[in-house]
């Protein structure tokens, strides 16, 4: 049962609010309706964050709406879920988030090739507004050159 999905929800404001320091991938436990809601794309990542406790690394303020179809059996939108990760992945996210001004930010919720959702998290730094500025004004770059291409190719 080998399936590409096309479902990825991305958290756009994570990468214009934070410096990506390290990457993982991590599985998410869903229950009941959840999974068939993500499925229909209907989850968001926005003012979401990853929080260790008590050895467990948890996803906060992630929404994941109702089921349309679910039942007086349907989730919470707003509940805490837990991701699944390796111990020492875990310990290594937790040494490193004693540091001031790091966090762990969801950056991508997504269907994996065997039908299970995945989230992909990583340990941040917060931006100074100068880091900000600099970000808008290398896309405005980027665009200006793909507009001066473009023009380029059709002339």
């Known amino acids: 049962m080998n399936r590409k999905s096309d479902i990825r929800i991305l958290n756009k404001r994570a990468k214009f609010e934070y410096i990506i320091l ?3 991938t991590a599985g998410i436990q869903l229950f009941g309706t959840e ?10 990542l926005v003012d979401s964050w990853c929080a260790i406790e008590h050895g467990e690394i948890f996803v906060k303020q992630m929404h994941i709406a109702e089921y349309r179809f679910g039942s007086y059996a ?8 837990k991701l699944l990760l390796q111990r020492r992945e875990i310990r290594k996210l937790e ?9 762990i930010i969801p950056l991508a919720l997504f269907i994996n090739e065997k039908g299970l959702a995945k989230m992909e998290i ?3 730094q917060g931006k100074h507004t100068y880091d900000k ?3 808008l004004r ?6 200006e050159v793909a ?5 380029a190719r059709l002339s």
Do not use: F, P, W
């Not at 349907?74 to 879920?81: L, V």
């Open 138 to 143: 290398e896309a405005d770059d980027k665009r």
């Open 147 to 151: 507009k001066v291409m473009k023009e």
């Open 74 to 81: 349907n989730h919470e939108a707003k509940r805490d879920r």
């Open 133 to 135: 500025r600099q970000s």
């Open 22 to 24: 390290d990457r993982y």
């Open 95 to 103: 040494k490193a988030t004693k540091d001031t001004g790091k966090t």
């Open 35 to 44: 999974i068939k809601s993500i499925r229909e794309g209907k989850a968001s």
């Open 122 to 124: 990583a340990l941040c």
